[in-house]
């Protein structure tokens, strides 16, 4: 059965009937004694399966109690097909195909900007190719269970997702609320921090610079550097003392990204203590606030600042930050007293000066 939350038109629960046919046909398909039994399912591509849908759909409509005509879409548009019953209504299509033995995909942008107008309801057909092939329909916004931030933010589709525990139902939102409004990103971005589970500098709707995740360690060493600055800048937490939560932000930093950093400690504690060369003291330092130090005495560090920072406060409000965490060692002559005063003075005249 075709399972929707919204009120549904005399249309779209005759459309339903129609899907809940393909359905039985697809499957039944897949018996051995059908005589009309689609070989070699498992080698079927997702262009494959769009038109094999193509095709059931417009057979069906000959004797469905819904008259209705099939347009396939094609290109980058969303859905990939649409069942018109007359040019200002159509339901629509989306195709969806795993090789593997799960019923979880991820799914179109949430900007749904390709979105093919007079649509009123989309459907996902899944067809599910790996282990025991099956398939099924769902409206699709009763199987989007959360949202993934690639190159664009999209849905995760998850066809066995119970009844309210959609990733609108999570956000309090409805999906025609989400996609209508002029900033569908916002509305999770806001969830997520409410819950605690998103960052104060993921405010870009696009926020990953690649699809293609990398290691850390096979970056070259002048975006190695840039990225160190990046995350004493974007993250602070990181000059701090060790706590369990220390680099949790500048973890999911690196992976809104498309970075990991498997040793991301390493990167800041590696090494042990250094003496002080740039303030005057000679006291050691925790490794981090030495290379820090080296940063904020550099020549380019006010550039960088410009340049390199996400932060959405005040920079006074990131030189308390600072402060706030090199003041957190609790071992006050690491770094001395001294060593921090002249830290902190040296950034507030480069920052709150220029």
Not at 96 to 120: A, F, L, Q
Not at 294 to 311: A, G, M, P, T, Y
């Amino acid at each position: 059965m075709i399972a929707v939350t919204n009120i549904r038109s005399e249309d779209q629960e005759k459309f339903e009937n129609v899907l809940q046919r393909l359905d039985n046909e697809l499957n039944a398909s897949l018996l051995p004694e059908c005589n009309t039994s689609i070989k070699s399912w498992g080698e079927l591509t997702a262009t494959q399966y769009e038109e094999e849908l193509f095709y059931r759909l417009d057979r069906i409509s000959y004797t469905a109690d819904l008259k209705y005509q099939m347009e396939q879409i094609g290109g980058q548009k969303f859905p990939d097909l649409v069942a018109w019953i007359h040019e200002t209504k159509g339901f629509g299509i989306e195709a969806k195909t795993t090789k593997k033995n799960h019923w979880k995909s991820t799914g179109s942008s949430i900007m749904e900007s390709t979105r093919v107008d007079n649509v009123k309801q989309i459907y996902l057909s899944f067809a599910k190719l790996g282990g025991k092939a099956a398939f099924k329909t769902k409206c699709y916004e009763d199987c989007l269970s959360d949202v993934a931030v690639t190159h664009s933010p999209r849905y995760l589709i998850d066809m066995e997702l119970q009844p309210d525990y959609s990733i609108f139902s999570k956000i309090g939102k409805s999906y025609d609320e989400v996609r209508l409004s002029e900033k569908p990103f916002q509305h999770f971005k806001n969830y997520y921090e409410d819950k605690h589970q998103g960052s104060w500098w993921m405010e870009s709707e696009n926020s990953l610079s690649s699809p293609v995740i990398r290691f850390y360690s096979d970056l070259d060493s002048k975006e190695k550097k840039e990225l160190f600055y990046q995350l004493m800048l974007n993250t602070p937490e990181v000059l701090g003392r060790n706590s369990v939560n220390k680099y949790k932000e500048a973890s999911l930093y690196l992976l809104q990204k498309s970075i990991l950093n498997p040793s991301l400690r390493d990167l800041f504690s590696g090494g042990g203590r250094q003496n002080d060369k740039y303030f005057g003291t000679n006291c050691l330092l925790p490794k981090v606030i030495y290379h820090f130090s080296e940063w904020v005495n550099s020549e380019s560090f006010v550039q960088d600042v410009k340049n390199l920072s996400e932060i959405k406060f005040s920079t006074q409000d990131w030189i308390n930050t600072v402060d706030f965490h090199i003041n957190s060692y609790a071992d006050k002559n690491v770094p001395s007293t001294l060593f921090k005063s002249r830290l902190i003075k040296h950034i507030s005249t480069c920052l709150l000066d220029c």
